[in-house]
């Protein structure tokens, strides 16, 4: 059963969701996450909802830090997208090597051209597994719909681990031009 009831889901069977924070975004440089992820819960999930940009067209990039101020955790991540125009015209399901990041300390790419008309943004699920664990790297998984700046509505798919064995401790959200016009980002423990 969920802990918080503005949550609209369970894990039945596989944990539970336990509320920790919500952040909300209103013309902010970034969203910075920087207590409460340690080593109480195994798995913590992000829900995205609609993350408005301030700036037409940019990207949505995360990046983690294990001291709490630094955020550049060396991370390797891979993409895929499936589309579709609002008009029908232009479909496919592809692979975005564009998006690959291969050991890179910069903020990572989770999802690109994000429109900032009114009906555009993006919401979607990051998954980060256990951590706190100071013997293996930090994987994740982020899945997302996002309505484009030429008016495509994607599905991206990004995963990907943190190479380093000491503890995550926190996570920054911002796109990579503009500030984050609105939204909110909302953080669960899995029991």
Do not use: C
Not at 9 to 24: A, K, Y
Not at 102 to 117: E, F, H, K, P
């Amino acid at each position: 059963a969920l802990k918080d009831a503005t949550a609209v889901g369970t894990t039945t069977g596989l944990g539970d969701l336990v509320f920790i924070s919500r952040s909300t975004a209103s013309s902010s440089s970034s969203v910075n996450i920087t207590s409460g992820i340690d080593s109480t819960y195994k798995e913590y999930i992000f829900i995205f909802n609609n993350i408005h940009p301030a700036t037409d067209g940019t990207h949505f990039n995360f990046q983690a830090t294990t001291n709490g101020s630094d955020f550049n955790v060396t991370t390797t991540s891979t993409t895929f997208e499936a589309y579709n125009n609002e008009t029908s015209g232009s479909t496919s399901l592809y692979y975005d090597s564009n998006k690959d990041h291969a050991q890179d300390t910069g903020y990572i790419n989770l999802v690109d051209n994000i429109g900032s008309d009114n009906d555009q943004s993006v919401s979607g699920f990051l998954h980060l597994f256990d951590p706190s664990n100071t013997t293996f790297v930090k994987h994740f998984l982020f899945t997302s719909q996002r309505l484009s700046s030429n008016d495509f509505s994607a599905n991206d798919f990004t995963s990907g681990y943190f190479n380093t064995t000491t503890a995550i401790t926190g996570l920054s959200f911002k796109y990579e031009s503009g500030n984050i016009d609105s939204g909110t980002i909302t953080m669960y423990g899995v029991s």
